[in-house]
């Protein structure tokens, strides 16, 4: 009898062994296939505007603020291209880059679907209706405006501004931020860019950072896809009401405020500069609920680290409020999601930079339809920020796994600060001026 037990036991053991491989093979391909969408949407984008912007700079162009045309408005696209246009070319392939978190979330369903979690098919489910919701209604509603003018760059602004945005690309993926705190002030004090321009533009450099970063995180398994997934929700509703917001409230008391939290926010990081790993925390029962506990695998430290994942209401709404300042001022506020989860929710600040590399680009999508039918995504502007931010996103991603937790730490610290202050200097600019 005993003999038999022993037998029945290894079977089961076996059997559940083989079970959990099955089921941990299909949770990779389902990671593999969505690090794959976001490096081909990145290649693919970069290879059309790279193809538009060759076009453009071997034609004779008028340099006056006239002299750039560009469709502003889906359907003029696609003619547009037809007809030989290089703005649209180039517009085409910023249009690729700003479907790439859509594809992702779309292709995220099947990963999940594959895995039989049915809890999180229906969560991003969510995310995608109200990612198409925004960009396809919110973007056709809110979107009437006319183009703002402005002279088209010369080749060798063009080429200083890609430089600036390969800067910009590092510095976001391995801090978790959109870059685009970094790229507005480089256009508008640097170049002389028209701030709403410069805001336009932003989206598309957090997008960017996003895709071009989280395509490796992804790959090598330090993102939290679950916890990325779940607070999407908040981080998309918070959008799409900041650009619902942004259309009635002047920016300047909300850059303030937002400078002032920030600069608050920096206290508790400095009272744990060096800690490495979160101790002494465990799920709470919506972690538990939502299996938002996992592993990666620490290059630096040579092991695998396991995590868990504690207050997630407190988290969650901190991601809505990320989400409305993204809508309301065209910034990924990639700041405030790794704020959200390395103070609130715990998590070891690796996965809080890949995280929110990873979510920045859905936020920004779901207000980049309203941003791009405005007519402010110029695209001889946006063309250099995207390709030097894919660039130096995607070096930036490769240099993360070389640095401790302590020391991205002590890298977003600084660059904390320094965004606050600049959100206080553009907050008491709006005050003053009423611009």
């Not at 941990?24 to 990145?42: D, F, K, P, T, Y």
């Not at 650009?243 to 850059?255: K, T």
Request: hydrophobic share 55%; proline share 4%; aromatic share 6%.
């Amino acid at each position: 009898m005993s003999s038999t037990t022993s037998v029945s036991s290894d079977q089961s053991d076996t059997g559940g062994n083989a079970q959990d491989d099955s089921q941990m093979s299909l949770v990779r391909q389902a990671e593999l296939v969505i690090s794959n969408v976001l490096r081909g949407g990145v290649l693919l984008s970069a290879a059309v505007i790279l193809v538009g912007v060759v076009w453009y700079y071997l034609q004779p162009h008028a340099r006056a603020a006239g002299g750039l045309s560009y469709p502003h408005h889906l359907g003029d696209v696609i003619p547009a291209v037809l007809a030989g246009n290089a703005e649209a070319i180039i517009t085409l392939g910023l249009l690729i880059l700003l479907a790439t978190p859509v594809v992702r979330v779309a292709v995220s369903i099947g990963a999940f679907a594959l895995e039989h979690d049915w809890l999180y098919v229906g969560i991003t489910t969510l995310v995608l209706a109200l990612l198409l919701a925004s960009i396809l209604v919110l973007g056709e509603v809110f979107g009437k405006g006319t183009v703002t003018p402005q002279a088209p760059p010369s080749l060798g602004v063009f080429a200083l501004v890609a430089l600036g945005s390969v800067v910009a690309g590092v510095v976001g993926s391995l801090v978790g931020l959109g870059g685009g705190v970094l790229v507005v002030p480089l256009l508008t004090i640097g170049f002389s860019v028209y701030p709403e321009i410069a805001v336009g533009v932003s989206i598309i450099s957090v997008i960017a950072t996003s895709s071009g970063a989280a395509a490796a995180y992804v790959r090598d398994r330090i993102t939290n896809l679950r916890v990325g997934m779940f607070l999407e929700i908040a981080t998309t509703i918070g959008a799409i009401a900041g650009a619902f917001l942004a259309i009635i409230l002047a920016p300047g008391l909300l850059f303030v405020i937002f400078g002032v939290v920030l600069l608050v926010s920096a206290i508790p990081l400095l009272i744990k500069i060096g800690e490495e790993i979160p101790h002494g925390v465990r799920n709470d029962r919506f972690a538990q609920r939502l299996a938002l506990a996992s592993s990666y695998h620490d290059d630096k430290l040579g092991r695998t680290i396991d995590y868990q994942v504690a207050h997630v209401p407190a988290g969650f709404g901190m991601m809505l409020v990320a989400g409305i300042l993204s809508g309301l001022l065209g910034i990924g506020s990639g700041t405030f999601k790794v704020l959200a989860m390395d103070t609130a929710m715990r998590l070891p600040m690796k996965v809080s930079t890949t995280t929110s590399n990873f979510m920045i680009g859905v936020t920004a999508a779901a207000s980049a339809g309203i941003y791009f039918q405005r007519g402010d995504m110029n695209p001889l502007y946006a063309a250099p920020v995207a390709l030097g931010v894919l660039l130096g996103a995607t070096s930036g991603a490769k240099t993360l796994a070389r640095f401790s937790n302590t020391t991205i730490r002590k890298i977003f610290v600084p660059i904390l600060v320094a965004i606050a202050v600049e959100m206080l200097i553009r907050g008491a600019g709006y005050l003053m001026t009423g611009h």
